[in-house]
């Protein structure tokens, strides 16, 4: 009896790997494509961030194929999912893998993407992370960044906060199981020292405990703290927000490129993140045509705002199209040809993306300031 | 005076805690299932109060009657394809998994059909706080009260119900002895049955009033608060009614205080060393009953 | 030998390593060939990290019969101590001779914790031990999060509270950095390692089962006070199969570090979803069944991958299977429906041959 169970089961799953297969093959088609090869969590807790990149790298992959792609060879995108986990990131890139990927562009969160980096370093696969913020996803000369490396955004929040003056006591509330936000956090205390302002307070949550913040605030507010800064993703920011209102305590917010999409938490009322401050590649109410563009591409797709993780997205493809003119490739090369030629032309390339101007060295960090941004009457104000 | 308002701080989330751990202990104490599909059923709850109330704009008492309604039917739904099946199984494990299953399913249902983003939720409850001291340090807010208030309601409910009708009685029967209780002309399907509906109703009300007190809404938040309340039934004596009150409420004071006075960063492992130290002292938790096993 | 080859059980536990050895045999030559995909590849040593898993939490589950849901938590202690021993040494002694140290060192730490978590919780039972494993699970997670590990020229640093507090001087190097983890763990497993091990697992789990020590850990199981009558040491053996259980997934946790440059410790790998994941492989493969819960554990795990292609409905679909085999495998109606339907009821019958 227990043969045929597995039996049974086994039948399943072929059956399924035959749906499967049967799906995937639909986009195949007969001339010279560039295989796209994406991953990022799309189920999952954290599976906000890659539906964003996903939606983002759609976008501008239409827009190009459209435009008539890249020397007449079209792009083709394959992002699989990985549940924001190391092992299921490398299950996810071997089976691009299989399908025939030539260029990399992932993965979305950090902890995976270093995992996945070791991978791609050995096949010579050139890869470009939209949102792995942590150094070590582009220790490996092959592997670029487009956002914010987490250090640079720690440092540089401390030495704005520093700078302008903005605060003598300072209190931080972090994700300490997230390794994106503990990343900035230590680099932003490191700076600290250095900018004439005290951390009062440094309370941590972590993955399993963030329904409730009152505690932390609390602890924030009797140190006296006039500034919380909060190295954390919009959502946990936005219950942040609204639980220090309920409390009363109103210090400066200082948030980094993960609190923007705050403005498009659905039913939040926006006048709590008046006077937040945050420092930001990429502001969904900038005036500047490319912005303006993504952003009503995005919506009429999507039906909603788009996040700064969509925005990296649609610049890594863009990176990727400009990189693969530049260095005369050929979609019929080999993805280790390729890697060669994009990792030698990468550098050479300058491009006005949505997330500010972009161009990048060897060590794979992508060169440009932060825009310091500040909320005034729901929307997004440049501050000098 | 910080000390006083830690205090309140870990009431208001040991009430909310305590209200979802009733509806675990409720299942578990007649069906003897750990139903690990109730967080999720509290997010479907407040989901549909979201859309009820906050998107088609009708009176959140409507909002409040729907999402009971739907998360009756999703619970008996439940209990009637995934649960009801097992009955009988070899092992009680069987059950676990499935419950499990269902959990995965309505999380992935929920990200399928309400997207994957943050929802910030309208609290129901327009309560005025209340406020000691000169300048407001120790402040009740209005969703605390009711918490509690709702959950003291709950319980007394709950124990009378359970304890002075025939359907209770009929509930407690199912629960010491399924055989002996159908030979007494208990119909031991529809008893199961009904404690699902009552569980799951509750989950809807808990799903309110966790996403009042802290509101934020994703397919996953009911997870975590489901398995710190699961965690709250069992340090209260899972099965206790009472039990499931007052560990929730204990469970939301020591995470509270851990994170005050201790380490924001070792919350959680605060809370289970505790429940560990608790169970060690007294095996069944705290208002736990103690059988003498027979030979 | 002939008596030995016609004792059942011995003839049972020789089907299941034949089945190993077989599956070890032909993937290796697909592999040879160069005809295996690079998931499948890249999956072997997962897999055999959660055959082993799958193996030795049927050990507590089924042969001790008690419910615990914090086996990721060992898995959790091994591989953390084992990859920092790595990174460590590494580039001071041979490869070889590094795995096996971090083999050791990760199964015997995994294996301590065992004993000391073991000694006070297994006096619990059921559904409260189930609660206290998971809380324990959560524990080590949560301080393995805090935990900061440095070295420089003055020895080791170590902090609970952030990197800074290490003091490291400059050219001090960080081993394992909080929610950061730990990243650069030399890749030194391989499927064959893997096969060896879930071979190990096996002959360690068959043989205990099949001596005095499992049948009286089976004993306990199902009747603990006759057992106790009989004199035989309660908290001895259940401990034993506690312990035996956590040292394998230790060494199971090994195995699976030093496949992933980048360890972190989250609640997807090493929290209570994790543990219930295994759980799930032994329930489906049938508990107290050793073969089923390899079988489980392969299937389950490559099952999400081969929905791949159903992209955003893929876990949906995963969820709606897992309930759709649980019901199949384990309700009694399904149960009596297949018996009645069965095909080899159906066979014996058209060839009149009585089943044994």
Redo the contacts between chains.
Sequence with gaps: MKKLVSLLMALTMVAVMVAGCGSSAGTASGEATYKIGATGPI???A??YG?AVKNGMEIAINEINEAGGVNGAKFELNFQDDECDAEKAVNGYNTLKDWGMQVFIGTVTSGACIAVAANTYEDNMFQITPSGSDPKCIENPNAFQVCFADPSQGKKSAEYIGNKDLAKKVAVIYD?SSSYSSGIYASFAAEAANQGFDIVAA????S?????F???L??AS?EGAELVFLPIY???A??IL??AN???YDPIFFGVDGMDGIL??????TSLAEDVMLLTPFAADSTDEATVHFVNAYKEKYG?VPMQFAADGYDAVYAVKEALEKGGCEPTMSASELCDKLVAAITQVKITGVTGELSWDASGESNRDPKAVIIKNGAYVLFE | M?FL??LI?GI??GSVYAIIALGYTMV?GIAKM?N?AHGDVIMVGAYSV?IMS?SLGLSPIFGVLTSIVVCTALGLTIERV?YK???????P??V???A???S??LQ??A??VF????????SVINISPITFGSN?EL?I?GETIVTIIAGIIVMVGLTLFVNKTKMGHAMRAVSEDKGAASLMGINVNATIALTFAIGSALAAIAGVL?CSA???L????G???G?KA??AA?FGG?GSIPGAMIGGVLLGII??FG??YI???????IV??V??IV??VK???ILGKNIQ?K? | MKKLLTNKIFKNNLITYGIVIIAFVVISIIKGTGNLSSLFTGLLVPLCAYIILAVSLNLV?GISGE?SLGHAGFMCVGAFSSALFSKCVVGTMPDGLRFLLALIIGSVLAGIIGVLIGI??L???G??L???TL??G??IK??I??IYIGRDSKGFHFS??SEMDLNLEAGGETLINGAQGITGTPKDSSFLIGFILVMITLFIVLNLINSRDGRAIMAIRDN???AESIGINITKYKLLAFTVSSVLAGAAGVLYSHNLNNLQATSKNFG?NMS?MF??FV??GG?GNIRGSIIAAVLLTLLPELLRGLN??R??I???V??AI??F??????LAFREKYSIKNWLSKKTGKEEM
């Design positions: 189920s999952g807790d599976a906000l539906i300490s309370e941590a949550f972590t399993d405990s963030k329904s409730d009152s505690v932390q609390q602890k009797d919009y959502s946990e936005s219950l609204t639980q309920q409390m009363g498009g938490v659905t039913n939040f009322d909603e | 910080s308002s830690y701080k208001s989330l578990y750990l690990f979201f906050t995934a099946p097992l009955r009988g199984a070899a092992s494990l069987a676990l998994i499935t499990i299953g269902v995965y399913l992935n249902i990200l399928l997207g994957a983003n943050t929802i910030s939720f309208t407001g402040t807010s966790l802290y509101p934020t994703n397919p996953y938040t997870a975590m608060p398995i699961f965690v069992v899972i995470e509270v994170k005050a380490s924001s960063q070792m919350a959680d492992a289970f060393a429940l560990i169970l060690l095996p069944t938790g096993e030979v | 589950v419910l006070p919780v006096r619990l039972k559904d409260y189930a609660i206290v809380a324990f959560e524990i949560n301080i999060n805090v609970m509270t603990r006070i006759a209570y219930i759980l799930v329930v489906l508990i955003a409905y876990m949906l995963y969820a709606i897992l309930i649980m019901l495998n384990w309700a009694p109606g399904a």
